[in-house]
């Protein structure tokens, strides 16, 4: 049995790499051809205006690209045996008070995760005197540019990659093992950003989200975490656009005057992640006082392995080393050429 669970896991995880490798592989071109005829279309053509042919871009992204790979991830012979998408579309199998507690909970990880990403970049920045560059979301409050940010970010992302990463690649994995997997698959999230900002707190986004689908049985939880997640980092990406840092710093008291209601709403939106943040801390200490770890153990068919060596015959197949290392290169390359 030993035998055929290595052979099984280092199978799925090919399965799975190739599916990320695919999606990297048709974005890139998608973006290579889009930015070639963006930049040969005359200046008075409506794709010139950058929000709609954003928009256009994101739509391919999510609405067409990923629902053709996970039927093709179907069609496939491994992906006929695999748990299927719609078998998770269901009411959790948890009352609404656990999953408002789970919710908290992973939420604090996710924010610690994306404090401890700042410091340990800014670090990284200072003592090597590197200059890195994170992919900015475009902040102009033009209606478009809101709409296109609220439907794509809000709404595509949450929905399109947990039916594609939690819904498909992770549950095709987790019959296997459970925290192994999950952690192996939130690693991928990470680095499937190709952005280095992005990469630990998505990662940790990708962890708590498949906590969430495998504990409840349901893509219903961890659609909530990453719909919350995105909401609050899209409101504050259009406020700070609203708002000259360095004026703000410098106290200048006519220019917040003038833009108190911006200002308001920024400190609001930060007051909200500290009180995030500090529920969800105080809910995990509870949960880790009343049950200890016992509410983090989650079902596993395969108990004769441990999950340290299912993780790391997950990343000993050729194919899923050789993408994580594309991957990893891709997100440094990113950092120090956008």
């Given amino acids: 049995m030993s035998g055929n669970l290595k052979k099984n896991i280092r199978k ?52 067409v690209l990923i629902p053709l790979l996970i039927i093709l991830f179907y069609k496939t012979k491994h992906g006929k045996a695999a748990p299927k998408l719609k078998d998770c579309i269901c009411k959790p199998k948890m009352p609404v008070s656990q999953i408002i507690k789970w919710l908290f909970i992973s939420l604090f990880f996710v924010y610690a995760a994306s404090f401890i990403s700042n410091i340990f970049f800014n670090i990284i920045q200072m003592l090597t005197n590197i200059e890195m560059h994170p992919a900015q979301i475009n902040a102009d409050n033009s209606l478009l540019n809101i709409f296109t940010n609220t439907l794509s970010i809000m709404f595509f992302a949450p929905i399109f990659e947990e039916a594609f990463f939690r819904g498909t690649l992770l549950r095709n994995s987790a019959r ?40 409840s049985g349901s893509i219903v939880p961890s659609l909530l975490l990453h719909f919350i997640m995105n909401t609050i980092g899209t409101v504050q990406v259009f406020i700070s656009g609203s708002i000259d840092a360095e004026k703000l710093a410098s106290m200048d008291l006519n220019y917040m005057t003038e833009n108190i209601i911006p200002i308001m709403i920024s400190s609001m939106m930060g007051f909200l992640i500290i009180g995030i943040m500090i529920t969800g801390l105080v809910l995990l200490i509870i ?3 009343v049950h200890h770890l016992d509410g983090f153990k989650l079902p596993c068919e395969y108990t004769e392995m441990s999950e340290k060596k299912k993780f790391a015959i997950y990343f000993s197949s050729p194919i899923t080393i050789v993408i994580t290392l594309g991957l990893i290169g891709l997100t440094i390359y990113n950092a120090l050429t956008l």
Wanted: hydrophobic share 55%; charged share 5%.
């Fill in 12 to 63: 799925t995880s090919a399965y799975n790499s190739i599916m990320i490798f695919l999606f990297i592989i048709f974005i890139l071109g998608i973006s290579l051809l889009s930015s070639f005829v963006y930049s040969n279309l005359p200046d008075s053509h409506p794709l010139k205006i950058s929000s709609l042919y954003t928009l256009i871009l994101y739509i391919i992204q999510y609405v």
């Fill in 287 to 289: 949960e880790l006082a």
């Fill in 176 to 215: 296997y093992g459970s925290w192994s997997m999950i952690i192996a698959m939130g690693i991928m999230f990470g680095l499937w950003h190709i952005n280095y900002a992005q990469t630990i707190y998505t990662a940790a986004l990708g962890i708590c989200a498949g906590f969430l689908i495998i504990k």
